[in-house]
């Protein structure tokens, strides 16, 4: 009897212990895919499908909640510009580019190397639940690279090699942004 008593008792103990997981507040695919549509119906800048991509990229966003994915959200816009970064001190050392342009992609690099910093601000804010503040951060490095391209488009005829990359930067930090506001009026 008392044999048959701990078998029984070592099927009911993994069971009890895995129990928690299924009730965890995180998200599935398809809620990843109602948050991207909630968040681009709010963001006319936002592209629904960019946001799909983006988050689904890491496999964690399957399983987290909210405040997790816009987290993710935010590592992947840190992420970003500083493989921008590096690839803007790429361009630096490219011999086609002129005086003007090797200007201009200064100004890019130090525009992102201060976007980072305040990204990394906002992203302490978000994680402390100080999401106007973590707002503010976001909104200020979506300027980084609209500036950025405004400075090739300066010279006429000039054509910034950083124009698909802002965009891309640009369209994360309006993702960052969204989060933000949605968990902010929780």
Not at 22 to 47: E, I, Q
């Amino acid at each position: 009897m008392t044999k048959k008593m701990n078998y029984r008792n070592l099927l009911i103990y993994p069971c009890l212990c895995l129990l928690p997981l299924f009730f965890h507040p995180s998200l599935s695919c398809d809620s990843v895919h109602r948050v991207c549509r909630k968040l681009a119906n709010r963001d006319p800048d936002l592209k629904y499908h960019f946001c799909i991509a983006n988050l689904e990229s890491d496999p964690r966003s399957r399983t987290v909640t909210l405040e997790e994915l816009g987290a993710i959200s935010v590592m992947v816009t840190i992420s970003n510009a500083t493989n921008l970064k590096s690839y803007i001190f790429k361009l630096l050392e490219d011999k086609r580019f002129d005086p003007y342009s090797k200007g201009c992609l200064r100004d890019c690099l130090e525009l992102y190397s201060d976007a980072i910093d305040t990204l990394m601000e906002a992203h302490d804010d978000f994680k402390n639940k100080h999401y106007f503040d973590a707002k503010r951060g976001f909104s200020s490095t979506m300027d980084a690279s609209v500036t950025c391209e405004a400075g090739f488009m300066e010279k006429e005829g000039e054509a910034s090699p950083l124009t698909k990359d802002d965009e891309r930067f640009f369209q994360l930090c309006a993702m960052d942004l969204a989060f933000a506001t949605i968990l902010d009026k929780k």
